[in-house]
Nanobody, 119 residues
């Protein structure tokens, strides 16, 4: 099993910034390393959607709605993924979930962290 601990959510005014972190741990990581790490979000009444993902080689992909404002990065030594969110908008309000996919296709989700952007 892989455990994911998220942090960094909160309340911010529109135009502000937040940085989310997600640290993965678990003895199985010594056997099967992490491939992709990503962030998803779910707003009230909406489906969960991809925000950004980063592969083990550092390739990134972003939702069109966050391109140019959000940056995903990872520290492989710490098994940690970050999401720097700038120029936040009220429509970014959602619960943000960390997702990790191992090389053995193990797929894990964090508990979610709330981001609220006030207008």
């Amino acid at each position: 099993q892989v455990q994911l601990v998220e942090s960094g959510g909160g309340l911010v005014q529109a135009g502000g910034s937040l940085r989310l972190s997600c640290a993965a741990s678990g003895s199985i990581l010594r056997i099967f390393s992490i491939n992709a790490m990503g962030w998803y979000r779910q707003a009230p009444g909406k489906q969960r959607e991809l925000v950004a993902v980063i592969t083990g080689r550092g390739s990134t992909n972003y939702a069109d709605s966050v391109k140019g404002r959000f940056t995903i990065s990872r520290d492989n030594a710490k098994n940690t993924v970050y999401l720097q969110m700038n120029s936040l908008k009220p429509e970014d309000t959602a619960v943000y979930y960390c997702n990790v996919v191992q090389t053995n296709s193990g797929n894990y989700w964090g508990q979610g962290t709330q981001v609220i952007v006030s207008s």
